[in-house]
């Protein structure tokens, strides 16, 4: 496409299709906003505004919900054909804000679960409305370009989102849900100018709709080369998971960012103005938020570099890829090497997730497309609630800081009072122990190996590319495939 031409395009889509845009970019910046800073709110200790709750705990709120969140749009889209795009937007920032609202009122695992669960399916009834949004409002020859147009949104959202919300969160935790609440009311505001795309006429009732669905996804579902693949993509979104469910968790316990903090304050001063905590640290989720910056900065690059790449290799070298950048991540206190490990966690995670989707579009039969499609979430789904055990009781044995200080005061033989909060525990460990707060935290790093979390992680990515290998050389390859 000449220059010209891509220019001209942007002339070519409708009012709808920027409205749309505009809602993804604020509903990801909501969303994103908390999700980043979810793990920590529900497991650091009560005097900080947090929840305090266990590892374990924060595993099945934000597995299971972020499960739920992913199955439910199957339902939700059938929903969504029947009382119109506009009345389930409505609905779906309805809930949002109701949940956003609620969520600093709910102060133990199981108002907050319910919460979540109930947050989810405000999010399950916005993802397939706007989807089909920008698919009814560009066709074949505005569609590659509107597609791309929206994703840079999403990851925009997810950027900013965090960005904004960590500049209150050092006020009170509650501030942060308060922030996304106000971003839902930006959407209701555009949601006054949305304008209903056309619909087909729906002429079997919902029931008969969502009975249809289930026969097409099991009739997908009948093909085991698509199976197989889905199962194996899942392991890859089990170890993706964890830079939302566990990287903050562990950055937060164990990693130093002082050091980081003392590099910009020395070298850009406004920018540690900005980002740094009184205490001369750096919150987690400016770390963890940089998978999203390279994003925005090298798809494109990346995207050019593996293009004529056969989608499997793209996705076995970009989750291998992916896996080796989690790894580390998770196996240094080294502010610095996080941040190094979580661009070349980014890199795999650009060569393969794009090439994923494009994958079963190339393996399902012609008249099959849009049904082989209908399923790629259920790896989300599949991965979210495996990343949820990993994020939880894995990580509650092999790397919670909390359980350590515990064992270590079992060790010795001191009591512990009961119902101190976190802080009060550490406090109560450096005066026993006789440790500063950095000399406990080495102590701890020693003896009890939290790194080994790394172990866990990448072997669930390393071997969900090993399967991808042996699946396409071995089970289903041919001499001359090309997918």
């Known amino acids: 496409m000449k220059s010209i031409g891509f220019f001209k395009i942007f002339s070519k889509y409708p009012r709808t299709f920027w409205l749309a845009n505009s809602m993804e970019l604020f509903e990801r910046w909501a969303f994103y906003g908390f999700f980043m800073l979810f793990a920590n709110y529900l497991t650091l200790s009560t005097d900080t505004g947090a929840l305090g709750l266990t590892q374990a705990q924060k595993g099945t709120i934000m597995g299971v919900g972020t499960s739920i969140l992913y199955l439910l749009p199957v339902i939700t889209g059938a929903i969504a054909d029947r009382i119109g795009f506009k009345k389930t937007l409505f609905i779906a920032y309805s809930i949002y804000f109701l949940s956003f609202l609620l969520m600093p009122l709910s102060r ?28 009814k409002t560009t066709n074949e020859d505005t569609s590659s370009i509107g597609f791309g147009i929206f994703y840079m949104m999403v990851n925009i959202g997810a950027f900013v989102g965090p960005l904004v919300a960590l500049q209150f969160s050092e006020t009170a935790f509650r501030m942060v849900f308060y922030i996304s609440a106000v971003f839902i009311l930006v959407n209701v505001v555009i949601l006054l100018f949305y304008r209903e795309p056309e619909r087909q006429a729906q002429t079997d009732d919902l029931w008969q709709a969502i009975r249809r669905i289930f026969i097409n996804i099991f009739t997908a579902l009948s093909d085991v080369k698509l199976v197989v693949f889905l199962l194996i993509v899942a392991g890859f979104w089990t170890m993706y998971y964890q830079l939302f469910f566990s990287l903050s968790v562990f950055i937060t316990q164990w990693v130093d960012t002082g050091m980081v903090y003392q590099w910009l304050h020395e070298s850009w001063p406004w ?139 079992a060790a010795r033989g001191i009591p512990v009072p009961g119902g101190i909060t976190q802080n009060e525990l550490f406090a109560k460990a450096m005066s026993d122990f006789q440790m500063g707060s950095l000399e406990l935290n080495q102590f701890l790093w020693d003896k009890y190996h939290p790194w080994n979390i790394w172990l866990v992680v990448t072997a669930i990515g390393v071997g969900s590319a090993l399967a991808l290998w042996i699946y396409d050389r071995i089970l289903f390859s041919k001499p001359k495939e090309t997918v």
């Open 271 to 409: 920018l540690i103005g900005k980002i740094g905590s009184p205490d001369g640290t750096i919150k987690a989720e400016y770390f963890t938020n940089m998978d999203a910056l390279f994003i925005i900065t090298l798809q494109l690059a990346v995207s050019a570099f593996v293009m004529k790449w056969r989608p499997l290799h793209s996705i076995m070298t970009g989750i291998l890829v992916s896996s080796i950048g989690m790894g580390l991540a998770l196996a240094t206190q080294n502010g610095f090497y996080v941040i190094v490990a979580l661009l070349i966690f980014g890199i795999g995670e650009m060569a393969s997730s794009p090439k994923i989707t494009e994958y079963i579009g190339r393996i399902a039969p012609k008249e099959k497309v849009a049904l082989y499609m209908g399923c790629s979430y259920l790896p989300f789904a599949l991965g979210s609630l495996m990343a949820g055990k990993v994020s939880g009781t894995v990580y509650e044995t092999l790397a919670d800081k909390v359980g350590f200080v515990n064992r270590e005061f």
């Open 108 to 135: 133990t695992f199981f108002t907050v679960f319910i919460n979540y669960l109930f947050l989810a399916i405000g999010a399950a009834l916005f993802k397939p409305v706007i989807s089909a949004t920008i698919a």
